[in-house]
């Protein structure tokens, strides 16, 4: 039953949920050891992650892993819910442990603790938005305030103490780029006008299949519709 309604692999019952089980493991020894500094550790390695999972052109992923991009996003929100619970227990950490075990000056001190909570309610917004009866009612909402949003939260962990984040950051920025700067140019070549042959492929000049007979085909229509966040797919075997 959990597969249908959630979307579960075995895979994940094998490796994704125990590996978030040690991971949450992880910050609640540190935080029973009063480890503040290293319970957020865990939630610094989930929050690289949720990055990386969302580089479209990831084929290395795709050649180590088998996950195509679609199902790297379930991961990415997985692995963002995985955050603010590693985030609460780290939250958690400082509260609970004495004085003596807060290795930061107290000047430092509440800038810590300002760009935490502002990064952790960044986050949790996100997850908000992400729900998806609010994504596709209030689609065009959801994408503006998910680019502000996410700049927010890696702004404020980095300065928290988390700059490791930036390198899942940077492969997704370098991914971004490729994809408005190459990218556009080639698909901006296309054109709607109908060539010699009348049946087939639309804008055939923007479209290249390389597929053998028996081969699944995958085309996207991204944003068919201004009112839903989902991709509209065709598949033909």
């Known amino acids: 039953m959990l597969t249908p309604r959630f979307d579960i692999k075995l895979g994940d019952l094998i490796v994704t949920f125990p590996l978030l089980m040690f991971l ?36 290395l992923l795709l050649a180590l892993t088998g996950i195509p991009f679609e199902r790297a996003l379930f991961y990415h929100k997985l692995l963002s819910y995985a955050t603010i619970v590693l985030t609460v227990v780290h939250a958690y950490a400082y509260y609970a442990a004495p004085d003596e075990h807060v290795q930061t000056a107290d000047e430092d001190m509440d800038f810590k603790l300002l760009t935490g909570y502002v990064a952790l309610v960044a986050m949790v917004v996100l997850c908000l938005l992400s729900v998806n009866k609010i994504r596709r009612r209030f689609f065009e909402f959801f994408l503006r305030t998910h680019w502000i949003l996410f700049i927010v939260a890696v702004v404020f962990a980095s300065l928290h103490g988390a700059p490791y984040i930036l390198v899942g950051v940077i492969l997704w920025f370098v991914d971004m780029l490729y994809r408005l700067a190459i990218r556009t140019r080639k698909y901006s070549k296309g ?46 075997g």
């Open 24 to 59: 949450l493991g992880m910050a609640v020894f540190f935080t029973v050891e009063y480890e503040v500094k290293t319970s957020g550790a865990p939630a610094t390695f989930t929050m690289l992650f949720v990055f990386v999972l969302v580089v479209r052109n990831n084929s």
């Open 191 to 236: 054109s709607l006008k109908p060539t010699k042959v009348s049946t087939g492929i639309v804008a055939r000049d923007q479209v290249s299949v390389d597929a053998l007979p028996g081969d699944i085909t995958l085309i996207q229509f991204p944003r068919v519709r201004k009112d839903t966040g989902d991709a509209f797919e065709y598949e033909a």
